[in-house]
């Protein structure tokens, strides 16, 4: 089948502009049920093919349907259209979840989740797979955010000095600042900063 998808990539466009790749993407999958599923490297370019035609509805079907073989380059294709687009596009970044938690990528499925602003669901998945607090704190490295980091140490009780020290050192000056009001305001900020040893690093916090 992979040999017949190359040909059909090979032609050009029909009436109405639809191009015959898809259509045969779309046929193949009508047939899902009554043969088999395609392998990977054929379920990447029908995804490929339908996201070209912009029907991510189709491809949200065949997933739920079990219609492909779920693979990391399937994933890796929303997720370049969802650091394409200028605003959230929600439906990319579901999809993009859907075949990160089917192949068990929980690194990624954390990410999409807090990309698409679900931090606490991104938390709770974190602790459900038991991933730990070293890629909680890579996960504010990679997607900083003010909410992200004082749930860090509000919620899940992190220590504030490897927060801290996580903003720092990758120059989110601005959320370092915010994260230390907030904290303020939601607890005794000066009891909580003499009692962690971690926080000796930082020379210049006042006290």
């Not at 349907?65 to 990319?92: G, H, W």
Request: proline share 2%; charged share 20%; hydrophobic share 45%.
């Amino acid at each position: 089948t992979m040999s017949t998808i190359e040909e059909f990539k090979t032609l050009s466009q029909g009436e109405g502009g639809v191009s015959p790749l898809f259509v045969f993407c779309d046929i193949l999958m009508e047939t899902v049920p009554q043969y088999s599923v395609p392998a990977a490297d054929q379920s990447f370019e029908c995804v490929s093919a339908a996201l070209m035609e912009n029907r991510l509805d189709l491809i949200a079907q065949w997933i739920a349907n079990q219609y492909l073989t779920l693979c990391r380059p399937i994933a890796d294709v929303f997720v370049v259209k969802l650091s394409m687009s200028a605003r959230c596009d929600c439906e990319s970044g579901t999809l993009a979840l859907a075949v990160f938690r089917n192949i068990k990528d929980h690194d990624m499925s954390i990410h999409c989740l807090a990309r698409q602003g679900a931090l606490y669901r991104a938390i709770h998945y974190a602790k459900t797979h038991q991933l730990g607090s070293n890629k909680l704190l890579c996960l504010l490295k990679d997607i900083p955010s003010t909410d992200l980091a004082a749930l860090l140490v509000l919620e899940e009780g992190l220590n504030i000095g490897e927060v801290l020290s996580c903003l720092q050192e990758n120059h989110n000056d601005n959320i370092f600042i915010s994260l230390l009001k907030v904290l303020d305001e939601s607890c005794d900020l000066k009891g909580v900063l003499l009692n962690d040893s971690s926080l000796k690093r930082f020379n210049g916090l006042s006290l």
